[in-house]
């Protein structure tokens, strides 16, 4: 059985850092992407950051660019997030999600296991 274990969220104020992380388990083989996603209230989930774990490649949300680092320790099965200059508008339920077929697509759709959130809340 596929799981996936986020943990790290808390309050911070801005400009500060916080790292996520995420536990990933059960996959049978290591070919699949991950991610991070968050969720604001009222508002549509979005994607924060991807990564190939094959080969590192990453993708990141406009919004975080340059502030946040996604990165991967493939023998320890851990995925983390790395969020520096947090901002209020940051402020969001944060979900880990993996992409079994590696399909390099970036929308919600395309990733079928996912963790429970662990909220962050960044004030001004």
């Known amino acids: 059985e596929v799981q996936l274990q986020a943990s790290g969220g808390g309050l911070v104020q801005a400009g500060e850092r916080l790292r996520l992380s995420c536990q990933i388990s059960?996959?049978?083989?290591?070919?699949?992407?991950a991610s991070w996603w968050r969720q604001a209230p009222g508002q549509e989930r979005e994607i924060v950051a991807w990564?190939?774990?094959?080969?590192?490649?990453?993708h990141y949300g406009d919004s975080v660019k340059g502030r946040f680092t996604i990165h991967s320790e493939n023998a320890e099965n851990m995925v983390y997030l790395d969020m520096n200059s947090l901002k209020p508008e940051d402020t969001a339920v944060y979900y880990c999600?993996?992409?079994?077929?590696?399909?390099?697509?970036?929308?919600?759709?395309?990733?079928?296991?996912w963790g429970q959130g662990t909220l962050v809340t960044v004030s001004s």
């Open positions: 999600a993996a992409d079994s077929v590696n399909s390099g697509i970036y929308d919600i759709w395309a990733f079928d296991y």
């Open positions: 059960g996959f049978p083989f290591d070919d699949y992407a």
């Open positions: 990564i190939r774990r094959t080969d590192g490649s990453t």
